[in-house]
């Protein structure tokens, strides 16, 4: 539903947007989103009987019918479906009505809610609490997203620009879901009128009646066209048009006397003056255009959200690496092999609000754009992420299609922890880096508050949001593992607190340290010398993540790869996977390091 040319609507000739072909041309077929209700004024300029002035208005409103009842609803038209007045309950001698309902007839109901206030508090708009609840859907602000389908948007409400609901918009994919599980369809009705003036219309052909007003109808399969052209005297009363006054009048009320009463008219009849005035002032004429359409949604073949039907995915995955033969839907659900992916489907699926990883073995986790919609993955030796295909074609559309786009042909067979745990039944008894440095930084916060009053850095993510950002699938480029580095400078080294440090860790260096204006990592290098260990080897692989903090931003230079060295790491591979695995373990292994140190404190 596209706003016509501006040029139709403003200039000379706006005949075709009198026309409304647009509006007569809807259909809601194939559309994505399904005005369930709507009422906006579109255009607006001029006052009316006045030559160039302009008026739109659209008026949609609709109603659910049980298919059972749909030929009762056959000539209902537009006037039946609209509103008069906003919802409330209401209840006669027999019954209570609940708002929403249509008429006397409690099985056809309003999929929106209107509410207004005998007060100045603005009208409210909400959806039919069982379209909302059955479809799951969250509304945040003015649109309704559905959290288990990735938020995807399935409703959105719309304002005027004085912040009034105008128009409420329904994914018709979900409208249609409801309607099957409900067995019913929904009715759309709509009213669209548009007004143009002007002095005159020299390129209508329209024949006339009544005078000089000429009238032109038009019907077509979902409703019925009607256009006007009348003329008018400049500030909009018809032409030539005489109006009888009436001055009526009453003599016998004094407004002097101390409790002045308004007698019964018929004991003190009122005094009348009658006259006729005639129109007068410059011709214009008014071009007017109605129109009213009715259509009617019909519900989907099936209902996968709220009847559970199920629907045969349309995303296929590659199986084989002779002829990259795919398989998807049923044939994918009888598929017992695993499929392959690029690492970079980690970070795409990260990406998402809802998503979720975690960590069971050294290569073995769960990973999925949300909790209900995860998969147990593999790491196999070339760094590609297997899953079992029938348990792919166990996730919803929506959720394949995070993993279709970095599918790849089988190569470097399947991942050995992976075929630990899904074929022999032994998990792997190892633990990722990631996991490590979490735990490890667990304990050094715990142990720094039991033994110095407070933790060693001064915040620490929550875990979840730490796996999203900690994980060794930095792995496109040298930029990417920059990037973790990053990450790990943020979590790792500048929270820790310096003021603790000095105060009361290790106080004996504070001066010398001041002195010397060390950042974090060179003065938890100075406690740990203090204490008897070596501290530069030990924050070595803070050090290395610094350096490499802002590789990405010089990624052609030589000494930004330099900065692997201080990590042990070969400054020309390219194995990134590898790289952002062994540093997360290297920054695992100091952390540890530093907690164990707090430990011999106590």
């Known amino acids: ?9 403003y200039g000379s000739s706006p005949l075709k947007w009198i026309e409304c072909a647009d509006i007569e041309r809807l259909s809601f077929d194939r559309a994505t989103w399904i005005p369930i209700l709507l009422e906006r004024h579109d255009v607006a300029r001029g006052r009316f009987g006045t030559a160039g002035h302009r008026k739109g208005y659209r008026d949609f409103d609709s109603i659910i ?5 749909k030929e009762k609803f056959a000539s209902i038209d537009w006037q039946s479906v609209s509103r008069n007045s906003h919802d409330t309950a209401w209840a006669d001698g027999e019954r209570f009505y609940a708002p929403g309902s249509y008429s006397d007839d409690a099985t056809v109901l309003y999929p929106v809610i209107q509410q207004s206030f005998a007060t100045n508090d603005p009208p409210q708009w909400s ?5 909302e609840v059955g479809l799951r859907l969250l509304r945040r602000g003015d649109t309704w997203i559905a959290p288990e389908e990735d938020d995807i948007e399935v409703a959105r409400l ?11 918009f329904f994914r018709a994919e ?13 009715l759309l009705t709509g009213f669209v009128f548009r007004d143009a003036v002007e002095k005159s219309f020299p390129e209508l052909d329209w024949k006339g009646r009544n005078g000089e007003s000429r009238v032109k109808e038009r019907h077509f399969e979902q409703g019925r066209w009607e256009g006007t052209l009348a003329p008018m005297h400049e500030g909009g009363q018809p032409f030539g048009a005489t109006t009888h006054v009436i001055h009526a009048w009453r003599e016998s009320v004094d407004p002097a006397d101390d409790n002045p009463m308004m007698p019964d008219p018929a004991d003190d009849p009122m005094k009348h003056t009658e006259f006729t005035r005639t129109a007068s002032g410059p011709k214009l004429f008014g071009l007017s255009g109605r129109i009213w359409i009715k259509h009617w949604i019909l519900p989907a073949q099936k209902s996968p959200r709220i009847r559970r039907d199920v629907v045969e995915s349309r995303i296929n995955f590659q199986v084989e690496n002779q002829e990259r033969a795919t398989l998807g839907g049923e044939a994918l659900h009888k598929y017992r092999g695993w499929l392959y992916f690029k690492p970079s489907v980690v970070r795409r699926i990260l990406a998402t609000r809802n998503s979720q990883l975690t960590w069971y073995t050294g290569d073995t986790g769960e990973l999925g754009p949300a909790p209900h919609a995860t998969l147990h993955f593999g790491v196999n030796k070339l760094g590609l992420i297997n899953v079992l295909g029938y348990k792919m074609a166990q996730l919803p559309e929506w959720a394949q299609k995070y993993w279709a786009t970095d599918n790849v042909c089988p190569e470097g067979g399947l991942s050995r922890e992976l075929h630990m745990s899904q074929n022999l039944g032994e998990p792997a008894d190892t633990f990722a880096p990631e996991v490590a440095l979490w735990e490890n930084l667990r304990a050094l916060q715990g ?8 933790p060693l850095l001064r915040h620490l993510p929550p875990k979840e949001e730490f796996f999203h950002r900690i994980h060794r699938f930095y792995s496109d480029s040298f930029a990417d593992v920059c990037t973790l580095c990053k990450e790990l400078h943020r979590i790792v080294s500048e929270p820790i607190d310096l003021d603790l440090l000095n105060q009361t860790i290790d106080p004996d260096n504070a001066k010398t340290a001041k002195e010397k204006k060390l950042g974090q990592i060179k003065r938890l290098a100075m406690w740990l010398d203090a204490a008897g260990l070596n501290g530069r080897t030990i924050t070595a692989p803070l050090a290395g993540v610094y350096d490499l903090r802002v590789g990405d931003a010089h990624i052609t230079s030589t000494d930004a790869r330099d900065a692997l060295k201080i990590l042990n790491i070969p400054p020309d591979t390219e194995e990134y996977m590898k790289v952002c695995y062994s540093i ?8 540890g390091t530093l907690a164990k140190t707090v430990r011999a404190f106590a």
Do not use: W
């Not at 019918?65 to 009842?69: A, F, G, I, K, N």
């Not at 142990?447 to 407070?454: D, I, M, N, V």
């Open 65 to 69: 019918v049980p298919l059972s009842s």
């Open 158 to 168: 719309e304002r005027d620009a004085d912040g009034h609901p105008d128009g409420l």
């Open 127 to 131: 959806l039919l609490q069982e379209l």
């Open 174 to 186: 979900h409208l249609r879901d409801y309607l099957c599980a409900k067995k019913a369809a929904l």
């Open 584 to 591: 997360i373990g290297l920054v695992a292994n100091c952390i």
């Open 1 to 9: 539903m596209t706003a016509p040319d501006p040029d139709l609507i």
């Open 447 to 454: 142990l720094t508050k039991e033994r110095f009053g407070r």
